[in-house]
């Protein structure tokens, strides 16, 4: 699957801004897509994951109730919408895709297999 993610940029905090990742490639029905990050000098971290079949969401604690993580099934895209967003939230935030996780598995990015390019997104305060 081969993924373009973008919709980044420079928001204050309080402020909402929405991802978008565009897939192309195989067929979606049984991959897990997901939304990660990487803060300056810190490592990868999940944010967000949507079942594409069936539309089940996951979401890290840290992102849970301000963030929505969705998918429109026929412009085979990916969305993520941030709201009341923070200056820790700053990051370059990826898409990834991979075939059938099971849910312990869809926290780590090990897991994935195909990575869009990153969108930055910078909350100042």
């Known amino acids: 699957v081969q993924l373009q993610a973008y919709g980044g940029g420079l928001v204050q905090t309080g402020g909402s801004l929405r991802l978008s990742c565009a897939a192309s490639?195989?067929?979606?029905?049984?991959?897990?897509m997901a939304w990660f990050r990487q803060p300056p000098g810190k490592g990868r971290e999940f944010v967000a994951a949507?079942?594409?079949?069936?539309?089940?969401?996951y979401y890290a604690a840290s992102v849970k109730g301000r963030f929505t993580s969705s998918r429109d099934i026929a412009k085979r895209m990916l969305y993520l919408q941030m709201t009341s967003l923070k200056p820790e939230d700053t990051a370059v935030y990826y898409c990834a895709a991979s075939y059938g996780l099971i849910v312990g598995r869809i926290y780590s990015y090990t897991s994935y297999d195909d990575w869009g390019q990153g969108t930055q997104v910078t909350v100042s305060s």
């Open positions: 490639g195989r067929t979606l029905g049984n991959y897990v």
């Open positions: 949507v079942r594409w079949s069936g539309g089940s969401t």
